[in-house]
T-cell receptor, first 111, second 113 residues
């Protein structure tokens, strides 16, 4: 079993829909990251969180440490949101902070 | 520079050829990571530097892979005698320190033919 699991693997939405991507993890963490990757490879960090909730524009990320679960929400989705969204965790304890990645959720928003 | 810069963006190598991939981290970032991302998969950890010290190389898949960061800034990932299974996107990330936000480069797409 992977240490970081994302669902769904693929998601197609109509423009304007509210989108939720889920991430569950099985290891102790110091932080959880949501990343966006567009075709061509570049990765952009969206959020880094260790508790509660963060909001940036139309994006909202929440984390429940007890349940080892995080969600990324996109409100009023737009075709430009089409990308792969990756959940990654920084291990806790004595780790050096390298990230463990989920396999990603490929989001396609249709106009 | 303003962000993490990787070069080349694309590299096609013949099987058996040696390649060198470069990463220029954000100035002042202590931590530098290399990741390998196979097609359709999430990135996987290769190695980690804190300044010039390579503190973790547990993710390097074989002794054909070698990374260095001699002056604690630019890093080079070298792959010797490339094989087809080495084809992937190689991502570099840097951060101020351990467990702080990581900034990623655009990656180098390596294709071994």
């Amino acid at each position: 079993k992977n240490e970081v699991e994302q669902s769904p693997q693929n998601l197609t939405a109509q423009e304007g829909e509210f989108i939720t991507i889920n991430c569950s993890y099985s290891v102790g963490i110091s932080a959880l990251h949501w990343l966006q990757q567009h075709p061509g490879g570049g990765i952009v960090s969206l959020f880094m969180l260790s508790s509660g909730k963060k909001k940036h524009g139309r994006l909202i990320a929440t984390i429940n440490i007890q349940e080892k679960h995080s969600s990324l929400h996109i409100t009023a989705s737009h075709p430009r949101d089409s990308a792969v969204y990756i959940c990654a965790v920084s291990r806790g304890g004595g780790s050096q902070g390298n990230l463990i990645f989920g396999k990603g959720t490929k989001l396609s928003v249709k106009p | 520079g303003a962000g993490v810069s990787q070069s080349p963006r694309y590299k096609v190598a013949k099987r058996g050829q040696d390649v060198a991939l470069r990463c220029d981290p954000i100035s002042g970032h202590v931590s530098l990571f290399w990741y390998q991302q196979a097609l359709g998969q999430g990135p996987e950890f290769l190695t980690y530097f804190q300044n010039e010290a390579q503190l973790d190389k547990s993710g390097l898949p074989s002794d054909r892979f070698f990374a260095e960061r001699p002056e604690g800034s630019v890093s080079t990932l070298k792959i010797q005698r490339t094989q087809q299974e080495d084809s992937a996107v190689y991502l570099c990330a840097s951060s101020f320190g351990r467990n702080t936000e990581a900034f990623f480069g655009q990656g180098t797409r390596l294709t071994v033919v």
